[in-house]
């Protein structure tokens, strides 16, 4: 018989032992493989972080190059061979790169709507490819990493419709009581132009304690009273003096309790983040002045016209509205944020005319007389915008007059009317024989039937006297230089005013007895009369209607216009400031 083998512990432990061996050899290359392609991989990720840092900082750098330069002359600019280049002192100064081999390339052209064109000239847009060699630490050799990165270079610029500012400025005392009635104060021409020489940034008033943001200043709401609050406190941290603006300040936020939350960013367009739009200094007179109308309309009482006006009565309806003023906007041309609404007064204002005079026609008429006259004034102007456009683009350069900064508005007004309609009632009584003479005898006759010489007929007679401006829609083109357009505005449309001697007189109804004869022919009868309206020193035109005019022109609507820069079709346009070759990463 064969003798069974007997196994023995020991050699089935060392059996197990060497199959656990192999298997964690096996492990071990397999880890150290993943070890391997997990740090070289860190590696290549870190390269491509950092090119990526690079490519955007040195395209930002760039971008600041442009300037309306051709691509011939920023070539030397995004030669990454020459060490005085812009791109290698970009790179110099984000150094810290891992990696080896450095090299960036620069093209120039556009980026819009993520299309890269380099055949744009010149350019508007930078692309910057920086690359790198990875050095692999443990499988060994080398792999490139690259980055690319966009950034554009826009231009922007700041301009005003209107100002309260000018007419202040040049001591145009009429606009005082207009101006005092929107503020609800009674200040002086010298406090106001306290306050007309002294400048704020949109940033300085966003930081104090009563406003907190650029956000809360341009999109919220903000007190009326707050808002000149944060104004005073600016003045106080300015260096100078500024006692006579706080002054002023103080006095018309005294009143403005009622006025309770407004929203500036209705009458100031900018966005919350143009670092540079907050940047540029602003007139406080003007944010006063547009912020207290922010509410949406302004009512501007009758001043005392019959006190200066001969035969004007003390009885007055309706009014005006003064709609926003002064706006201002900042932004890229052609942009939503470059878009301010011009000012617009509007409304009626109804007047009643007494002591109003007999009419002495002479042979053989005589005398009739002026039995009501009222009149209607309407006012609806410049309901329109302004809008930065381009071309032509945005120039900036050197401020001064032989290079001035350059961009263009355009200013587009709806149909505007400035009108006074007056309507006047002239009675009397005439004989038939009168009529003959006038050669209607047999026109009253064929109305009324057989009528002796000496009967007497009652008249009625209705006419009406209009003076206008009037016209429509209207676009023109802004094109404003700093200097010195910051100070003297491009006017576009007329100034605003009626001229009396435009009057157009109509006879709107006749009766004669009991008749309404056509009017077309009793003009032997209506002609005097209008030339008894119209013509002489006494006559209803100069010795009431001239003086209402003139008073209309120079101490109620013309104060207001000017006040705002309002102008009839159009509006005062001043430039505020331009930046030129903002950088703005894209990609």
Known sequence: MRRQRRSTPGASARDERGAVAVFMAAVLVVLL?????????????????DLQALADMTAMDLAHEIHGQSQASLAGAGDFSNPGSAVRKSAARNPDVFGSEL??????????????????????????????????SVVGGAGEVSREAYAVASSSACYRLGTFVAAIRSGDSTVLAPLNHVLGVNLS????????NTNITLAQLAATSAIGSPTALLTGTVTYSDLLLAMTQVL?????????????????????????AIALGDVLHVAPTDTAALGMSLNILDIVGSARLATGQHFLEVPNLQAQVPGVGSHFTGGLSLISAAQLACGQPNSNQSVARNAQLSGTLGIEFVNLPSLNLGNPIGTLQTLKG???????????????????????????????????VAVSTQPATYSLRTDLEIIGSVRFSVLQTLGLGNLVSGLLGFLLPSSTLNLNIKVRLDVAS???????????????????????????????????????????GSSTPALGAVTALTNPIITELLVGNNAFKNKTLAP???????????????????????ADVYAVGAVCGEADLWG
């Not at 300040?249 to 006025?259: E, K, M, Q, W």
């Not at 609507?557 to 309002?566: Q, Y």
């Open 236 to 260: 106080s941290n300015s260096p100078g003096s500024n006692a006579a603006a706080i002054t002023a300040l103080n006095t018309i936020r005294a009143v403005a309790g009622p006025v309770g």
């Open 103 to 136: 090299n960036v390339s620069v093209d120039w052209g556009s980026y819009v709507g993520g299309v890269w064109d380099t055949t744009t000239n010149p350019p508007s847009a930078v692309r910057v490819v920086a690359s790198a060699d990875t050095d692999y």
């Open 374 to 408: 009222d009149a209607s004034l309407i006012v609806n102007l410049a309901d329109g915008e302004g809008r930065l456009i381009a071309p032509p683009e945005v120039h900036c350069g050197t401020g001064t007059a032989a290079d001035p900064h350059t961009y263009s």
């Open 470 to 512: 009037t016209g429509g829609g209207t676009t023109s083109v802004a094109n404003l230089r700093i200097p010195p357009n910051d100070v003297t505005p491009v006017e576009t449309g007329s100034t605003v005013a009626l001229d009396v001697n435009s009057i157009v007189p109509t006879v709107t109804a006749v009766s004669i």
């Open 33 to 49: 493989g993943i070890t391997a392609m997990v740090i070289d991989l860190g590696l290549e990720r870190v390269t491509a972080a």
């Open 189 to 196: 021409l010298v406090s106001y132009q306290a306050l007309a």
């Open 548 to 570: 209402l005019i003139d008073h209309l022109n120079t101490d109620y609507v013309g104060p207001v216009a000017r006040m705002v820069g309002l102008r009839f079709g159009g």
